[in-house]
């Protein structure tokens, strides 16, 4: 059985550019997060979806941050006019239960 | 305030060890589940073992073993028989219900260097 896949693994950009990244999760699985996790630090939630719908994106910056999941499968979390302090890994994760099964992040660095 | 802690930013032992990681947590959910994963230098995340907040069950996946002392509110990581390969960064994570949906809540991780 695949893995959860991510996209691009690695990333790089200048302050005010945006980035995509893109999310595969495990076949069958219907709930779907995005965390942050800088430098020395644990994953942050950003948010998560059950299908297609948002549940939580109460810690997600709704100015310059948007996640989708328009058929309830892969999702793509988008960066508009990046920040330095955006530089960041970025997982992705995947779950039918409690137990969450992760990709293996995009590497973000914004100078 | 931080709501899950891990006080041991890094550890090391020698492979054949035993070793114990801390985790406290707060929270004011009559349910909730606790979980270790393992970070890999790969930078996948591994789901180590879970506990949840109703079990009284001592729960056990191979080498990890776990302590939870619910009235502490701390939970702690026994990893037996060390190897080299056990090294890398290890993360306590609290699942617990707010207002809308679970909230999922990640300490800082320990960093366990397994010497050969």
């Known amino acids: 059985e695949a893995g959860v896949t991510q996209s691009p693994r690695y990333a790089v950009l200048q302050e005010g550019q945006a980035v995509s990244f893109w999310c595969d999760p495990i076949?069958?699985?219907?709930?779907l997060y995005w965390y942050q996790q800088p430098r020395d630090q644990g994953p942050q939630l950003l948010v998560y979806f059950r299908d297609e719908a948002v549940i939580d994106n109460s810690q997600l910056p709704s100015d310059r941050f948007s996640a989708v999941r328009p058929k309830g499968t892969n999702s793509t979390l988008k960066i508009q006019s990046a920040k330095q302090g955006d530089t960041a890994t970025y997982l992705c994760?995947?779950?039918?239960?409690?137990?969450?099964?992760f990709g293996p992040g995009t590497r973000l660095t914004v100078l | 305030a931080e709501k899950v802690i891990q006080v041991w930013s890094t550890a090391s032992r020698q492979e054949g060890e035993e070793l114990t990681l801390d985790c406290s947590y707060e929270t004011s959910q009559v349910l909730y589940h606790l979980f270790w994963y393992k970070h890999l230098l790969s930078g996948e995340m591994v789901f180590l073992i879970r506990?949840?907040?109703?079990?009284?069950a001592k729960e056990r996946s191979g080498r990890y073993s776990v302590v939870f002392q619910k009235s502490l509110k701390s939970i702690s990581l026994i990893i037996s028989a060390l190897q080299p390969d056990d090294s890398g960064k290890y993360f306590c994570?609290?699942?617990?219900?707010?207002?809308?949906?679970?909230?999922?809540?990640f300490g800082k991780g320990t960093h366990l260097h397994v010497l050969p």
């Open positions: 506990q949840t907040s109703s079990s009284t």
């Open positions: 994570a609290l699942w617990e219900r707010g207002t809308n949906a679970y909230k999922v809540i």
């Open positions: 076949s069958g699985h219907d709930t």
């Open positions: 994760a995947s779950s039918s239960s409690y137990e969450q099964y």
